[in-house]
């Protein structure tokens, strides 16, 4: 396993050192290109980065509360097509290389309105968190998830569930397990983070629908929708993203967000994965999110998703199909 991290010094250097150390300690010295401190004096730029990207099997992209300040003179340095973050994100992009956003210090994902145009896919990755209470769970987490693994169950959430176990028996165990740290839901299995051969991309979008209540107002965007046809039934995974439009209110993103989704006329309820980074909302910013559903309907015009901003203010983000 090979992995290029990205990043942007005056935003989060001491992350990326970090998370440099932690990859090298379990792929290997050589294995883990650190952006433009793994390049020897002397040696061209985008020569170094061509090479680089040719032997990885994943990039990092490093994104922290500044990733989108401009130069000096107000400029976007993102659009700077000489940026070098722009060079490295737009390159993996171009390569089909696996492109994993890292939140740092309590980033949100950009916008796709927020990034040049062929930045704009990173947008629609999956985004993983990492935080500074429990960064050693985050990284081994995302880790596991680059080696194609299954992310291990906090160690301390375990404990906790056992004693409470120990003390009440079963009842209220489910309360305990509800919500996992990382935005997934320990009821539910986590959603695949990229679209593998044995799924077949049936939308690309935005497709929107705004929930307005008396707590306030969210937006649903759909940004891809993904099909696995199996003998008799099959397997749909929605790409989402939340933006907490409200006021002062804040949000967790949860399964909870999302009643049901229609098939042709087809309604079904029951959810088989959930992930979503950050799982807590504040107002003004965003979330992502992948929630999948198990039909026996094969999708063949339109979809909707029925989102929900509680249990009385639902609306359908409606979904037209590629042909």
Same mark, same amino acid.
């Given at each position: ?16 050192? &970090? ?73 993996? /992009?171009? &390569? ?15 916008? +796709? ?23 050693? @769970? @985050? ?6 998830? /680059? ?18 176990? +120990?003390?009440? #028996? ?6 305990? %397990?509800?919500?996992? !740290?990382? #935005? ?10 990229? =679209? ?13 629908a705004t929930v307005s209540g008396s707590e306030g107002t ?5 940004? !891809?929708?993904?099909? &696995?046809?199996? @003998? ?28 049901? %989704?229609?098939?042709? #006329?087809?309604?079904?309820?029951? =959810? ?9 909302? =504040? ?41």
């Amino acid at each position: 396993m090979h992995v290029f991290v990205t990043y942007r010094r005056a935003d989060s250097a001491a992350y990326a050192g &970090r998370l440099h150390d932690a990859l090298v300690d379990e792929f290997g010295e050589g294995k883990v290109f650190q952006d433009v401190a793994g390049i020897d004096p002397g040696v061209d730029f985008e020569v170094a980065i061509d090479a680089a990207l040719d032997q990885a099997d994943a990039v990092l992209v490093l994104i922290g509360p500044n990733w989108l300040a401009p130069a000096a003179d107000g400029s976007s340095r993102l659009h700077d097509p000489y940026d070098y973050v722009h060079i490295e994100i737009s390159k993996s /992009l171009a &390569r089909n290389i696996r492109v994993v956003p890292i939140l740092v210090g309590g980033a949100a994902l950009p916008s +796709a309105a927020e990034l040049p145009e062929d930045l704009v896919p990173l947008a629609r990755r999956q985004a993983v968190q990492l935080r500074d209470t429990t960064w050693r @769970d @985050d990284v081994d987490g995302l880790i596991r998830r /680059l080696r194609g693994e299954s992310p291990a169950k906090k160690g301390r959430l375990a404990w906790v569930a056992a004693a409470a176990l +120990a003390l009440v #028996g079963s009842l209220g165990i489910w309360a305990l %397990l509800a919500d996992g !740290e990382d #935005g997934s839901s320990d009821t539910l299995t986590d959603c695949p983070q990229s =679209k593998t051969q044995e799924w077949v991309g049936i939308f690309e979008g935005p497709a929107s629908a705004t929930v307005s209540g008396s707590e306030g107002t969210m937006v649903f965007d759909v940004l !891809e929708v993904w099909y &696995r046809p199996g @003998d008799g039934d099959g397997e749909i995974v929605l790409v989402t993203i939340l933006n907490n439009n409200s006021g002062p209110t804040n949000y967790d993103h949860d399964e909870n967000r999302y009643h049901a %989704l229609v098939v042709d #006329g087809f309604r079904w309820e029951e =959810k088989w994965c959930f992930t979503s980074v950050p799982k807590a909302v =504040k107002s003004g910013e965003r979330s992502q999110g992948f929630v999948g559903y198990r039909v026996t309907t094969e999708p063949e015009e339109m979809l909707g998703l029925v989102v929900a901003l509680g249990s009385g203010a639902e609306e359908t983000v409606q979904i037209q199909l590629s042909p």
